[in-house]
């Protein structure tokens, strides 16, 4: 793809890869990552704030600016605003999809494979869990939300796939169907989520279950449930097949929905934004997820993502291997937060199921240190003030002190002084 004038005056101003990372190692030996090295670097200098951040964007909107940061990177400065209590922020979260489990046995069904408690769930309660493999990795993120008649499973992280076939082959003699309906899933996040929700005419959550606001979206219907994406915390969306489709009105598409919703909820105050800056928010707060920080190799208590499973229940997928961790407590690993030089850059994950794939991928995600693997990385975000900051799993012994290498940048773990959010 040819370069225009404007990018090729812009890519010229952007420091380079080799500059920045001589520039945070600089830094480092002068006592810190903010002394010495992002800002010193070109990060700011290089059109972050003289580009657009303060002179550009929506202020007459009341909404903090959002710009582009060197690299392509969005800032932030939406997810920023919702947190201090400005407008929401909401995202169409196309990695995630639906699943139903209807029949006598789905409940007990699902309560056997997933990490969590299902069976204990009332009607119009909804609960967030993992499913694990044999090692007791933590392989996919979900929802369970308990209807009148059914199971709905709101899986993330463009996991559908490969829960639907995990699921489907442990069905044996059980009176479980599967089905996946038409449906699409956002997410609004900030402060004042609720307000927006009831300014567009759908219902709040009172507690920790979900509301139901039916044919509330042309006829469909939208189920909304607290999850937290952000600082703040907000509500995931689900729309459904509702009336409309009962009444045997033309069927809308998934992106059909999202875009319906998203307008909505833009018009009652909410700022719409892609996955990007929504990763620049659950970095900046710190939370994990199974697609970003889990997979292969990683467990629940390495990864953040403890609340998810259950030491008391009954026998599921992986439970021997969480009892023992339980009883013996020696993990080496833990989830940590690294300052990096720049966005690394990634290859391509391996694809397949085997075990040579799943070593794959987790030598493509290996953080080093004087050429040994200590960690893996997951989610890297560039933040308002123009830092990257990636969620990682990290070897409890590594201390700020000690260089990393990932993807061709350098960084180093931050410490639990650091601002979750630099200004």
Partial sequence: MQQTDDERTASSEIPTSESRVKAVRAGFAQGGVEQGGV???????????????????????????????????????????????????????????VLVFSGADARGFLHGQLANEVSALPVAGCGRSL???????????????????????????????????TLERHIVFDDVKVSQPTATVLTLQGARSAEVLAA?????????????SPAALEGWTVLAYPNRRSE????????????????????????DLAAALLTRLARAGAVEVGLAELAVARVAAGIAT???????????????????????????????????IEARGNLRRELATIQLSGVPVMPVAAAGTGAADAKA???????????????????????????????????????AEIELSVGGEVGRRLTMSAPIMPL
């Fill in 131 to 165: 499913l694990l493999n044999h090692k007791g990795h933590a392989m996919a993120e979900a929802t369970v939300l308990r209807t009148a008649t059914s199971l709905l499973c709101v899986v993330d992280d463009d996991k559908l796939a490969w829960v639907k076939d």
């Fill in 39 to 97: 800002e010193q670097g070109g990060v700011k200098q290089g059109g972050v704030e003289q580009g657009g951040v303060e002179q550009g964007g929506v202020e007459q909107g009341g909404v903090e600016p959002v710009d582009v940061a060197p690299g392509g990177a969005w800032l932030g400065s939406a997810e920023l605003a919702a947190a201090r209590g400005g407008p929401p922020f909401t995202a169409h979260l196309d990695g995630s999809a």
């Fill in 232 to 255: 703040a915390g907000g509500f995931d969306l689900v729309i459904l097949a509702g009336t409309a489709e009962a009444r045997g009105a033309a069927p809308l598409g998934a992106g």
């Fill in 361 to 399: 991928r987790s030598g493509q995600r290996a953080i080093t240190a004087g050429g040994k693997t200590v960690g893996l990385l997951g989610t890297a975000a560039r933040l308002p003030d123009g830092s990257v900051r990636a969620l990682c799993v990290l070897r409890r012994d590594i201390g």
């Fill in 200 to 212: 567009a005419g759908l219902q709040a959550p009172a507690g920790d279950g979900y509301a139901e």
């Fill in 290 to 324: 199974a697609g970003g920080e889990g997979g292969d190799g990683v467990l629940p208590q390495e990864s953040g993502l403890t609340s998810l499973i259950s030491y008391r229940k009954g026998c599921y997928l992986g439970q021997e291997i969480m009892a023992r």
